[in-house]
């Protein structure tokens, strides 16, 4: 409810909307119970007493038309919104007053639930961090999000709704931030020992300051391969923040098809061989099929630097 991008104001905005709406129909009954239970209380004896009565068309009108046409309401504010805040669907605008053009540039950050600590990969500027968010304001960003073991769940109340981290595979959320300022992220699903402490920082910046933020991961060492994300993947609790100066190109679909470890085969691999395989099939015709599939365990281009 103190949103600082559009998807989050627009959330909130529907919250609003529903929860007045809803107030409709609970505070005149909360209040006529009030006044009913004053005026037929045993001690007033000028309340008028009708043994007999039994049906009013006008009060069964309110009674239900009243609710049906909130619950219509309710239906068709929530059914647009369904659609206009999917997580999956790009963003039309910046905010309000701004719509998106042609020409707008998204940016693209890879996230990768770990235990217990988030890893975030920025690869256009091959770069990357642990437990620290950075994003340019008014500039659409796409979240490609997976995770390591278990499922946790991506959350920044002040961005957007929160998206599952799901190992194997790999979810999408479209938001914008419009205001400069730090935020909160955490895992809103439980995932273990460490999850109280699985949070981080998200630092929504201008332009300037996230070139310069940008610049500063790009001085700093350390190179994020195959070798150091297993590493990092180990489960710790209260992780540090750290900067990955450079990034081993397709790590995270390793990361999503589960090959990052030297010689395994990832998962788009071994579907491809078992869409290719049949009852009578050789040995020889399997291990054909298999070597035609896209290998991830050994990239052609290992480490992007900029």
């Known amino acids: ?35 009913f239970a004053w005026r037929y209380r045993q001690g007033n004896t000028s309340a008028p007493y009708k043994p007999e009565w039994d049906h009013s068309t006008r009060l069964e009108l309110v009674i239900w038309g009243a609710p049906l046409l909130i619950i219509i309401a309710l239906g068709l504010i929530t059914w647009i919104s369904t659609h206009v805040l999917d997580p999956y669907r790009p963003l039309s605008r910046l905010d309000a007053a701004r719509p998106i053009t042609a020409t707008t540039k998204v940016l693209e950050v890879e996230v990768v639930a770990l235990d217990w600590k988030w890893l975030f990969i920025y690869p256009e500027l091959g770069i990357a961090t642990v437990n620290e968010l950075a994003l340019p304001i008014d500039v659409p960003v796409r979240f490609k999000i997976s995770a390591s073991t278990v499922m946790n769940s991506f959350y920044i109340p002040a961005m957007a709704g929160q998206i599952y981290a799901m190992p194997s595979m790999q979810t999408t959320l479209h938001a914008v931030m419009n205001k400069t300022g730090v935020y909160d992220g955490f895992s809103a699903n439980y ?79 071994q579907m491809h061989a078992d869409a290719h395989r049949h009852p009578g099939a050789t040995a020889e015709h399997q291990l054909a099929v298999a070597s035609k599939a896209e290998i991830c365990t050994t990239p052609t281009n290992p480490v992007k630097t900029n």
């Open 1 to 35: 409810m103190n949103p600082a991008g559009d998807i989050a104001n627009q959330q909130a905005n529907l919250i609003v909307v529903s929860v007045a709406l809803m107030l409709l129909i609970i505070v005149p009954v909360i209040a006529l119970i009030v006044i």
């Open 191 to 269: 995932s273990g020992a460490g999850f109280s402490d699985m949070r981080f920082k998200l630092h929504s910046l201008d332009q300037a300051g996230f070139n310069a933020w940008a610049a500063k991961v790009k001085a700093g060492a350390g190179t994020l391969d195959r070798t150091a994300y297993l590493a990092l993947e180990k489960p710790t609790t209260k992780a540090a923040v750290q900067y990955y100066n450079s990034v081993e190109t397709h790590l995270f679909d390793a990361v999503v098809n589960r090959c990052v470890e030297p010689g395994s085969i990832c998962m788009t691999q």
